[in-house]
C-alpha cells in the first residue's frame, strides 16, 4: 500500500498570501488529520475530516481551513500568512472507526517571508 | 489535565550502547499509548502501541516499551542503538475511541548517536 502523500513538500510564501497544501491518504483510510509543528510549540491538533465531514477541530484561527473530498483526499488553506505560520504541515490518516493509530505523511514545510 | 511529559530533550548515546527514553502521562482514562520516531524532514512513523495486554511492548526497529500504571510511566528502550537511530522520538497518549484532537503528544527527545 503506498504511504500518505503531501505535495507540495516545500513552500516559500510572502506575508499576506494564501497556500493550499493537498494530502492524499493511504487507500481505505477515510480520516485524515493536519497538524502544525514548529520548534516552540511542537506537534499541534489543527483538524480532522471524516467522510467529507469535519469531525474535531484545534485551537486555530479561522485563517485556518480544511476540506475532504468524496475519495477522501483533503487540502488545507491557510489565508492571510503570518510569519508564524512558518511551519511542518503534517497529515495523518486513519480508518477513522475508534483506532488511533494514525499514519503520517511527510510533511509540507511552509515558510513566511 | 491529561498531559504527557518527556523529561530528556536532548539525549546523546554511542553506537551500540543501550537506549532508554522516558515517557511519563496523567490520563483519566485507561490510556492508548505510543511511540512515534521523526527523521530530519520526515513525518512521524508509529514505533510501536500499548492498547491492553502484555505490558512489555514489540515495536519495529528493535524497539520495545513497557507500560507501568502504577509509575504511569511508557518507557521506549533498545538493546544496542544503530546511527540510523538518530532522530526525534514522540511519546502519545490518547483513550479508548478518542478523536484525534484529544490525543496528546509529548515535547519530543532528540536523539544524537556517535559513532
Known amino acids: 500500500k503506498a504511504g500518505v502523500t503531501q505535495t507540495p513538500r516545500y513552500l516559500i510564501k510572502t506575508r499576506g498570501q494564501q497556500v493550499t497544501l493537498s494530502c492524499s491518504p493511504i487507500s481505505g483510510h477515510r480520516s485524515v488529520s493536519w497538524y502544525q509543528q514548529t520548534p516552540g510549540q511542537g506537534l499541534q491538533f489543527l483538524f480532522e475530516?471524516?467522510?467529507?465531514?469535519?469531525?474535531n477541530k484545534g485551537n486555530f484561527p479561522g485563517r485556518f481551513s480544511g476540506r475532504q473530498f468524496s475519495n477522501s483526499r483533503s487540502e488545507m488553506n491557510v489565508s492571510t500568512l503570518e510569519l508564524g505560520d512558518s511551519a511542518l504541515y503534517l497529515c495523518a490518516s486513519s480508518q477513522g472507526q475508534g483506532n488511533n493509530e494514525q499514519f503520517f505523511g511527510p510533511g509540507t514545510r511552509l515558510t513566511v517571508l | 489535565a491529561q498531559s504527557v511529559t518527556q523529561p530528556d530533550i536532548h539525549i546523546t548515546v554511542s553506537e551500540g550502547a543501550s537506549l532508554e527514553l522516558r515517557c511519563n502521562y496523567s490520563?483519566?482514562?485507561?490510556?492508548?499509548l505510543f511511540w512515534y520516531v521523526q527523521s530530519p524532514g520526515q513525518g512521524l512513523q508509529l514505533l510501536l502501541k500499548?492498547?491492553?495486554?502484555?505490558?512489555l511492548v514489540q515495536g519495529i526497529k528493535g524497539f520495545e516499551a513497557e507500560f507501568k500504571r502504577s509509575q504511569s510511566s511508557f518507557n521506549l528502550r533498545k538493546p544496542s542503538v544503530h546511527w540510523s537511530d538518530a532522530a526525534e522520538y514522540f511519546c502519545?497518549?490518547?483513550?479508548?475511541?478518542?478523536?484525534?484532537?484529544?490525543?496528546?503528544f509529548g515535547p519530543g527527545t532528540s536523539l544524537s548517536v556517535i559513532p
Open positions: 502519545a497518549v490518547g483513550g479508548m475511541k478518542t478523536s484525534y484532537d484529544k490525543v496528546i
Open positions: 475530516y471524516f467522510s467529507e465531514t469535519q469531525r
Open positions: 500499548y492498547f491492553s495486554g502484555d505490558t
Open positions: 490520563y483519566g482514562a485507561t490510556p492508548y
